[in-house]
């Protein structure tokens, strides 16, 4: 009789810091990140996880986050849901008591974790040199507390990103994030932009890149 096989996944990292993005930004969280994504945005700040990582069975991850003594774990990348064994460790993770974030690039299947976890779903711009298409179908199988981000990189981006939310009615039935990508758009800008639209978005910054320095992993 042959033994069932635990599932893993390849991890890059597991560690415990501040939430630095989306509406759980300052809170406590233990952080998954899962290596490889099929993506290459221009702007990625997490090229170290395409390649690489170690294997670790569910019961393994589970253990090292449980460590940490946080209520809040997000799941990310690369692309954690590019990766068959994400929902198994999720449906692990909320048996364990433990609140669950996923941040996608939209481009994977979003529905067998709709209502699961809460998904913060990162709609790919122009400038990021990749084309947002699946994620549009994904938008149906939301629900009203996940989240959309747009990472902004010029004012071609920032109008492309106002289009789409029209298109889809994105600000009345989301929590719109519009996240200046770091280094390439200002802050003001961005903010005096969404003043003058009168744009019913949140303006977001990543908040980990303030504490400490842009660079710096696992935190």
């Given amino acids: 009789m042959k033994r069932r096989m635990e599932p893993r996944l390849k991890i890059t990292e597991i560690f415990h810091s501040i939430q630095g993005e ?7 969280f233990s952080f998954i990140r899962v290596t490889g994504c099929p993506l290459r945005c221009t702007y990625c700040d997490t090229t170290y996880s395409y390649t690489g990582g170690k294997w670790m069975t569910v019961p393994e991850i589970l253990r090292e986050v449980d460590a940490h003594g946080t209520k809040w774990v997000l799941l990310t990348g ?22 669950v974030s996923i941040e996608t690039d939209g481009e994977e299947d979003v529905a067998p974790y709709a209502g699961l976890a809460k998904i913060v ?11 947002a298409k699946m994620a549009f ?30 298109k889809y009615d994105l600000m009345s039935r989301f ?7 770091f280094g390439k758009l200002e802050l003001r800008g961005l903010a005096e932009w969404m003043i ?17 320095e842009p660079q710096t992993r696992g935190v």
């Fill in 196 to 212: 003058e639209d009168r744009l019913d978005a949140r303006m977001q910054t990543q908040l980990h890149k303030h504490i400490w």
């Fill in 121 to 131: 779903m990162d709609i790919k711009t122009p400038a990021s040199g990749e084309v």
């Fill in 175 to 181: 929590t719109v994030l519009f996240s200046p990508s």
């Fill in 137 to 166: 179908e994904n938008l149906a199988h939301l629900v009203p507390s996940d989240e959309i981000k747009f990472v902004l990189c010029d004012r071609a981006d920032y109008d492309w990103a106002k289009a789409v939310c029209g």
């Fill in 78 to 99: 690369g692309e954690p849901l590019a990766h068959p064994n994400s929902l198994p460790l999720v449906r692990a993770l909320v048996a364990a008591g433990k609140r």
């Fill in 22 to 28: 989306s509406t759980l930004a300052g809170e406590r």
